[in-house]
């Protein structure tokens, strides 16, 4: 059993497309983290949720405690976006759970 | 410069011997974390720290050590290294903000027990 699942785990864009990455949780959650990790294999906080949304450039994070959902949206996707991003759940005790993570690859 | 910083990058072991993989932020975060992450698994947490002397085990803790006698460190010692625990590691620190730097990792370290 998965605390954290994502979909999709692997998705080829065209250079400029609209990309939506969805991440569900069965978890009570404190916070949720987006990560991106590039092929080197570094790995960087994009952002932090706790409710609503937020936008950092091209991208936005959205989360619905409620249905327990949240979602990744990058718009005007560019070749240097391909990596792999994780979706993290922080639970009371400040522990984490993680996704398998989603492959993206844009296509120039 | 602040930051988080791992070593080695790359180690090669044998089957029985003892490894420490070192892990060093300068942010004053309180928490630190010890993640494998393997192909088909994601993230997995080893062991994790909310302060210095204060340690627990995460989900997959079975051949490992860990100590923190200060904050700014927080080594990870496979006692007796067994195939099974080849992966790449990574360290991580936290604090309770908000902000997207407040959760940093290191750039990991892959080790191969042959």
């Known amino acids: 059993k998965n605390e954290v699942e994502q979909s999709p785990q692997n998705l080829t864009a065209q250079e400029g497309e609209f990309i939506t990455i969805n991440c569900s949780y069965s978890?009570?959650?404190?916070?949720l983290h987006w990560l991106q990790q590039h092929p080197g294999g570094g790995i960087v906080s994009l952002f932090m949720?706790?409710?609503g949304k937020k936008k950092h450039g091209r991208l936005i994070a959205t989360i619905n405690i409620q249905e327990k959902h949240s979602s990744l949206h990058i718009t005007a996707s560019h070749p240097r976006d391909s990596a792999v991003y994780i979706c993290?759940?922080?639970?009371?005790?400040?522990?984490?759970?993680f996704g398998t993570g989603t492959s993206l690859t844009v296509i120039p | 410069d602040a930051g988080i910083t791992q070593s080695p990058r790359y180690k090669i072991t044998e089957t029985g011997r003892q490894v420490t993989l070192m892990c060093h932020q300068t942010?004053?975060?309180?928490?630190m974390f010890w993640y494998r992450q393997d192909l088909g698994h994601g993230l997995r947490l080893i062991y994790y720290?909310?302060?210095?002397?204060?340690?627990d085990k995460g989900e997959v803790p079975d051949g490992y050590v860990v100590s923190r006698s200060k904050t700014e460190n927080f080594p990870l010692t496979l006692e007796s290294a067994t195939r099974s625990q080849t992966s790449v590691y990574f360290c991580?620190?936290?604090?309770?903000?908000?902000?997207?730097?407040?959760?940093?990792f290191g750039s990991g370290t892959r080790l191969t027990v042959v």
């Open positions: 991580a620190s936290s604090d309770r903000t908000g902000r997207r730097d407040g959760y940093t």
């Open positions: 978890v009570g959650i404190s916070a």
């Open positions: 949720l706790s409710s």
């Open positions: 993290a759940v922080r639970v009371p005790g400040n522990q984490f759970y």
């Open positions: 942010w004053s975060h309180s928490y």
């Open positions: 720290s909310a302060a210095a002397d204060i340690t």
